[in-house]
Nanobody, 121 residues
Framework: QVQLVESGGGLVQAGGPLRLACAAS????????MGWYRQVPGKQRKLVAS???????SLADSAKGRFTISRDNAKNTVSLQMNSLKPDDTDVYYC???????????????WGQGTQVTVSS
């Protein structure tokens, strides 16, 4: 089994920073792309940022210049540093990861349980 556990969400004032972290654990042989998504209940999840296993990153237009995604391959963790937060950033944030488990031939996509980010004006 593989689990992704997020941490670091909470309430922050507009303009402030927040750092989200996600740790993958379990029977992990290797991980490929990892990322952060956001979702308003009842709507489709939207990509915020992603990072490959070699460190190439991709950011949503709304995140460029404010958010930074990073990862630690040895620890199977991915982080999202969010600066200059706006009320529009309020959402539930989910991490995901493409992971190859031991004794499996293919990658599988796993999701965390989500963490609430609320930005007050």
């Amino acid at each position: 089994q593989v689990q992704l556990v997020e941490s670091g969400g909470g309430l922050v004032q507009a303009g402030g920073p927040l750092r989200l972290a996600c740790a993958a654990s379990g029977s992990i042989f290797s991980s490929s792309d990892m990322g952060w998504y956001r979702q308003v209940p009842g709507k489709q999840r939207k990509l915020v940022a992603s990072i490959t296993d070699t460190g190439s990153t991709s950011l949503a237009d709304s995140a460029k210049g404010r958010f930074t995604i990073s990862r630690d391959n040895a620890k199977n963790t991915v982080s999202l540093q969010m600066n200059s937060l706006k009320p529009d950033d309020t959402d539930v944030y989910y991490c995901n990861a493409l992971i190859k488990r031991y004794y499996r031939d293919s990658l599988s996509l796993y999701w965390g349980q989500g963490t609430q980010v609320t930005v007050s004006s």
